[in-house]
């Protein structure tokens, strides 16, 4: 995931100008009625970089659909500013025709943007109406809701549990995964006094985004939530309030480690692997890159959820769970009558049953699609988070919901990992959230 500070008037100003930048192409392309010879190439840019669990199942289903059809892919690896990238081409006129990647943040704007365009015909057209699940699409939708443009085809989706290491929580004398923040506060202390770190997050970046809400949230219902994650409102609206002088608790209880406000994504991960903090919150693409570690790590880890306060909006801990992640975005050049059909044919040859639990063996993906794939569910972390249902409750993912505002906020939550009050916290989400 990529994350940059970029005002939500810049980024509406670069769309608005970018749609500028692709309106005489596509005039000249409508002006001219000799048909397109189909094209022996196909452009792909992708967020399953080389090193990533995903990238060789990935290459396998390029390297099939290259032999049976011919046609050449030219792959380039999304970096971590990935959107950035993908538009940069595209006004360069050097557009891609088929974009592997998250829906989130700047991803959510490119189907207004002219960047892409929507697949809900596409869908129907190449038989996958029956075999992506509803609540899959929902999530790629425009507002995230039935009726709304389908921005994209979802393929990667994922749990986001809580990762515990029981042997740490037992050397420190805590004898069961905390289910209440009480319980949370009190193995904090036992694990600080034997020398361990407690909870390990990217208060500086995504993971500590995610923790963040998922806390916010423990005193409201979803509607509630999704509101204030898109309207703002957290001043002003008392369950949420409430969950942020939460978050303030336990953060002054000592419940993250030491300077959590100063560490990212591979911090947490190099920190739980080593053992050197007891848990953290990541999802379930980590699950074989915890074990290509070589650590043991998996082996010592209990999946659950995030312990939840007296009074909660929520009968059992919480974790994440949805389709946000990787997916395929067609562009306007992909959609061009020369070119849909090798998108067509590549697309496709993802969502075959044998590729798609290819990538749950590999990548430990939560399939989209219809079909049991139990049995390539070999990773033992996959496995437990397969009955992860009867041990947490599911939190709204602010993903969808804060959409174009994620950066400044992520901003903002440094300060919450750091010192703010909850009332600065509230009111600087507030503006983030306005632009």
Not at 392 to 404: E, F, K
Request: glycine share 10%; with cysteine.
């Amino acid at each position: 995931m990529d994350h940059r500070s970029t005002s939500r008037a810049t980024r509406a100003a670069a769309a608005a100008a970018l749609g500028a930048l692709l309106l005489t192409p596509a005039l000249v392309a409508c002006g001219s009625d000799e048909p397109e010879a189909a094209a022996t190439s196909i452009e792909v840019v992708t967020r399953w970089t080389a090193g990533n669990s995903a990238a060789a199942a990935q290459k396998r289903v390029l390297d099939a659909y290259a032999a049976e059809t011919g046609v050449t892919v030219n792959l380039t690896e999304g970096l971590e500013t990935i959107d950035d990238q993908v538009e940069n081409a595209v006004a360069a006129g050097k557009s891609p025709d088929l974009v592997i990647v998250n829906l989130f943040d700047k991803t959510l704007g490119w189907l207004d943007a002219g960047v892409t365009v929507p697949v809900d015909d596409y869908l129907k057209e190449w038989g996958l109406a029956d075999k992506v699940k509803p609540t899959a699409l929902n999530e790629w939708r425009v507002g995230g809701t039935a009726d709304g443009k389908l921005q994209g085809l979802p393929f990667s989706g994922f749990s986001w549990p809580l990762w515990y290491n029981t042997d740490l929580l037992k050397k420190a004398g805590v004898d069961q995964v905390p289910a209440t923040t009480d319980e949370l506060i009190a193995a904090a202390g036992k694990l600080r006094a034997a020398g361990i770190g407690p909870v390990i997050v990217g208060g500086n970046d995504w993971t500590g985004q995610k923790l963040f809400y998922q806390i916010a949230q423990s005193y409201a219902d979803a509607a509630t939530m999704k509101t204030v994650m898109q309207k703002g409102g957290y001043c002003n609206t008392a369950p949420v309030m409430n969950g942020i002088k939460l978050f303030t608790q336990l953060r002054d209880a000592g419940v993250f480690v030491d300077n959590a406000a100063g560490l990212k994504a591979d911090d947490m991960y190099a920190t739980y692997y080593s053992g050197k903090a007891a848990i953290m919150p990541a999802g379930s693409w980590a699950y074989t890159e915890s074990a290509a570690s070589g650590t043991g790590i998996e082996k010592r880890t209990t999946l659950g959820g995030f312990p939840i306060p007296s009074g909660a909006a929520f009968t059992k801990p919480t974790a994440f769970q949805g389709f946000t992640g990787v997916g395929f975005m067609i562009t306007k050049r992909g959609a061009e009558p020369g070119r849909i059909d090798n998108v067509r044919k590549l697309i496709t040859k993802f969502y075959q049953d044998a590729a798609v639990g290819d990538f749950v063996k590999d990548a430990s993906i939560l399939p989209p699609t219809t079909g049991d794939f139990a049995s390539y569910a070999t990773d033992p972390l996959l496995a437990q988070s397969v009955g992860l249902d009867a041990k947490a409750d599911y939190a709204v993912l602010p993903d969808v919901w804060i959409g174009a505002a994620s950066d400044p906020i992520i901003t903002v939550l440094t300060g919450a990992y750091g010192k703010s009050t909850p009332e600065q916290i509230c009111a600087d989400l507030d503006k983030a959230t306005k632009g």
